[in-house]
């Protein structure tokens, strides 16, 4: 194929779906090139359009409510020619589907058949599109869980998907996007939601792939830390439209467009410390027609440059021993172990046991930000469900408010648990789907006997709606109606109706937009101030455990392998895993950028040879 053709080119591409409200126009005539081996980024946040573009080239948009009402998607196959992927009748495009084009999804549990083997699910692909046996369609597959780094390629074929850490999951959808050597490859948010470690492993695995299958590939994220170390050009939409499109080097160091400039700096940096994350709307501002203004930029963090916090007040974040100058702890965690049976096989039970925590011990002061970071599986998360006897330790004692915990009664813990509450991760599995978000806040307060009637119950609850940032008519609508940032405001929301000392926060921000993310931290931090609060926070992320962090522990295999101030743990790590986990984090700096288009260079030119 000659250079200067396109092995995709979309042209005034228009996707519309039917709503109640009336028709949405989820695309709006974007147009776009994509060549033989390279990697175009699309970003934005959620309802951009970028998922919906990729799944267009796919025909596997739903019809109804959605349907493609404009435009061309040429795309140059070695097989039939250049056709139009948009309008090709449904059996000409199964032979392109999953051969020529191959899609991995952001999500691999629910793209996965939870009944069939793993390995059964990537042979399906060879034997669709190949004329191959069942026994070849077996060795091809062992080899490319083998390619993708598999560990026991052959154990994995015969693995159901809920044997696998998300990790290995997205894995196999790697390697069944891959079976048949497609010569576009969409990739559609592959690393959300994913440990650093795991995401750098799986971008870096895409990048080898892509390279040397000569391999095109459709990076679809909400990111540009992620897309920074692995697009050639970058392709930013805004609420349907194409705002702004270029190298990574321009977008990085030149972006033109407010929101471009929006995403740069929402997201938490290594680097640089802020004392607030700059949100959308500090930069842009969108009038009744659908028009973007630019704001005029007031302040230096706004524009990329760091507004250094000023030095922390409260003693822990930077005090050596605290067992001299500091409070009495308001949490005391002591030689902590939790322990797990599981049972395997139908007639003939196993049980393996499994320790989840191991010998934990560590203080929290009052007033203070304590973050737990760690890959997913090293225990972090149910060692906060633990505090909160949520789930029950094996051996240890928890000290909260000088009471032990461990030692409770259950009508006594209830009482207890007032003044401990918990974030938790997936705000749609912590709501009840068929109860009003009003109700739903307000009964912990009928629980807890808080105010005598349901009219100061029902005021307390507007009064907290305002102080996470919705509106008093939210009261009355269900979980279903809100976005998923609305509704981690809303559990924020119900979690501070008892007045809680202490809440846990786990992974709250790991499946939200740069931009969301950005207005619920700003927003724990607000609360803290406001409320006097004392935080856990768990995540994977460093980059938000900086921002966040007073304090710092690092959890592996169960242990605390590291722990300390947050500042000196990120300037100079003691533990190898700490490094690695630092190591991870894309930074999208310039120096990075290059650092990684010249290890493609050298990586291309060895497969060359």
């Known amino acids: 194929m000659p250079l200067s053709t396109p092995l995709l080119q979309v ?18 005539t974007i147009s776009f090139q994509l060549q033989k081996g390279e990697t175009l980024a699309i970003v934005g946040e959620s309802g951009s359009g970028k998922s919906v573009t990729g799944l267009s080239l796919m025909q596997l948009i739903q019809t109804p409510p959605g349907q493609i009402t404009g435009g061309t998607a040429l795309f140059n196959s070695p097989q039939f020619g250049s056709v139009d992927v948009l309008s090709l009748p449904e059996k000409q495009m199964q032979k392109i589907r999953g051969n020529e084009i191959s899609i991995i999804f952001q999500e691999p549990q629910s793209s996965l058949n939870p009944v069939i083997s793993c390995g059964k699910q990537v042979a399906e692909a060879l034997l669709i599109h190949l004329p191959i046996s069942k026994e070849e369609a077996y060795a091809r597959t062992v080899a490319l869980l083998d390619k993708v780094k598999l560990p026991r390629p052959e154990k994995i074929f015969h693995s159901y998907p809920h044997q696998l850490s998300g990790g290995q999951k997205q894995r196999v959808m790697i390697a069944m996007a891959m079976a048949c050597q497609p010569s576009l490859l969409i990739a559609d948010e592959p690393t959300t939601a994913l440990d650093v470690t795991v995401q750098a492993e799986i971008l870096k695995l895409l990048n080898q792939l892509r390279l040397e299958q000569e391999m095109a590939m459709l990076f679809i994220s909400h990111d540009l830390g992620v897309v920074s170390e692995i697009a050639d050009r970058i392709l930013v939409m805004y609420q349907g439209k194409m705002v702004e499109e270029g190298t990574v080097v321009d977008i990085f160091t030149n972006p033109k467009h407010p929101y471009t400039k929006a ?23 969108v009038d009744d ?31 050596q021993q605290p067992e001299t100058l500091l409070p009495q702890p308001l949490l005391q965690v002591k030689d902590l172990y939790v322990d797990y049976t599981i049972s395997r096989g139908f007639i003939f039970k196993e049980k393996e046991y499994i320790q989840a925590v191991k010998g934990v011990s560590f203080d929290v002061f009052p007033g203070e930000t304590v973050a737990i970071v760690g890959e997913s599986g090293c225990g972090k998360t149910t060692l906060g469900r633990t505090l909160l006897r949520l789930i029950e330790p094996t051996a240890g004692q928890i000290l909260f408010n000088g009471a032990d915990w461990t030692k409770l009664e259950p009508e006594d813990l209830r009482k207890w648990r007032k003044d401990f509450q918990m974030v938790f991760q997936d705000p749609y599995a912590s709501l009840n789907p068929y109860m009003r978000i009003g109700e ?157 288009q010249q290890k493609r260079k050298a990586y291309k030119a060895s497969i060359d040879e």
């Open 11 to 28: 042209n005034q591409l228009q996707i519309e779906f039917a709503t109640q409200q009336g028709l949405i126009r989820a695309v709006d």
């Open 263 to 285: 995403l740069l700096s929402c997201r938490p940096s290594l680097k640089k410390k802020v004392q607030v994350l700059p949100v959308v709307s500090d930069f842009m501002e």
């Open 289 to 319: 027609l659908g028009q973007v203004r630019e704001k005029p930029v007031k302040v230096p963090h706004l524009i990329g440059l760091a507004v250094e916090k000023t030095t922390n007040e409260v003693l822990f974040s930077q005090n």
């Open 440 to 596: 739903a806040i307000m009964e912990p307060m009928q629980v807890h006997r808080l105010f005598i009637s349901k009219r100061e119950r029902k005021q307390r609850a507007l009064e907290l709606l305002e102080t996470v940032g919705l509106l008093p008519e939210h009261f009355h609508r269900y979980p279903q109606e809100f976005s998923g940032g609305q509704l981690q405001r809303i559990c924020i929301a119900r979690a501070l109706v008892l007045e809680p000392t202490c809440i846990i926060c786990d992974e709250v921000v790991s499946a939200l937009d740069v931009s969301v993310q950005a207005q619920v931290l700003n927003l724990l931090n607000r609360l803290k101030r406001e409320f006097n609060l004392t935080i856990l926070f768990i995540t994977h992320d460093l980059a938000v455990a900086k921002f966040m962090a007073d304090r710092l522990l690092v959890m592996q295999a169960g242990h605390i392998v590291e722990q300390g101030p947050a500042e000196q743990i990120f300037s100079q790590p003691r533990q190898v895993y700490t490094k690695a986990l630092l190591e991870a984090v894309p930074t999208g700096e310039l120096e990075d950028i290059l650092t990684a």
